[in-house]
């Protein structure tokens, strides 16, 4: 009888007694063939455990995990087994915001607009052109209804008279319109207002993207950026301001460039 990765994961922690993080998990089923009692295991089984736990400990109050959040990388272990002041510590960090806050950077959205401008136009040969919402007389409409920067490409530029007339005649789409909203920062304080907030302005664009000069590394973090891209179909993209490197997630080595989706 097959169990799943979340009951794998429960065994494994109660059988050790111990914290351990994913990998770790996944190596002790490995080493006493536990493996074997997951009926799907993927390519990658240790994120599968990670992310389960992750999932289970955010929408079950009851939840039998809890993180270990001084530990690099982080560790999970059973409530069962905490002493009741170790689980009242992982509440009470739970509880603080261990982000640094948006507001302590020394820059503005507005002033990493031309490094995406140069980005896009380098890399992705889009047109791009910063659109000023402050000063659009429909804002009364909707909370998000303007995007940061819009862009357009136009894939016909290299295409000969002939492609062009027989491509217009099987409705082969000319232009492509991208849609980006920009942040200084992800973190879980702002993820989801931020990434539906692209969802809403992209609603119109062949190819939405959430863009940010910072990226939380958490793993939990991560994750859920993972899903909501995938759910929807917007890219993310982060960049490194002083050498404008994307940061891959899924790797395109021709031009360094990560997008873990696109609408």
Same mark, same amino acid.
């Given at each position: ?84 002041? %170790? ?5 009470? @960090?739970?509880?603080? &915001?261990? /982000? ?7 820059? +503005? ?97 062949? %190819? ?5 000069? @910072?990226?939380?590394? &958490?793993? /939990? ?7 909501? +891209? ?34």
């Amino acid at each position: 009888m097959s169990i799943s990765f979340k009951h794998l994961a429960y065994k494994i922690l109660k059988e050790t007694s111990k914290p351990m993080t994913p990998t770790e998990i996944w190596e002790y089923a490995k080493r006493n063939n536990y493996d074997s009692l997951v009926s799907s295991k993927g390519k990658t089984p240790e994120r599968s455990i990670g992310a389960r736990m992750y999932v289970d400990m955010n929408k079950n109050p009851d939840s039998k995990f809890i993180k270990i959040e001084e530990a690099k990388p982080r560790k999970f272990f059973l409530k069962e087994l905490a002493s009741e002041a %170790e689980i009242n510590r992982i509440r009470e @960090k739970e509880k603080e &915001d261990v /982000e640094e806050p948006e507001g302590n950077t020394k820059y +503005s959205e507005r002033d990493l607009h031309p490094f995406l401008t140069y980005f896009a136009d380098t890399f992705m040969n889009i047109h791009t052109k910063t659109i000023y919402h402050e000063r659009s007389t429909k804002s009364s409409y909707a909370q998000w209804l303007h995007p940061d920067i819009v862009g357009v490409n136009f894939p016909i530029d290299e295409w000969h008279k002939e492609v062009l007339e027989f491509g217009m005649q099987f409705g082969s789409q000319l232009v492509k319109i991208y849609s980006f909203e920009l942040k200084k920062e992800l973190t879980f304080s702002n993820l989801r207002e931020s990434f539906f907030q692209t969802v809403s302005n992209s609603s119109w664009a062949n %190819e939405g993207y959430l863009v940010a000069a @910072k990226v939380s590394r &958490d793993d /939990e973090f991560l994750n859920e950026l993972k899903r909501l +891209s995938t759910a929807f179909g917007i890219g993310i993209s982060s960049w490194i301001l002083k050498t404008l490197i994307l940061l891959l997630c899924c790797s395109r080595p021709d031009t360094n460039q990560t997008w873990i989706g696109k609408r």
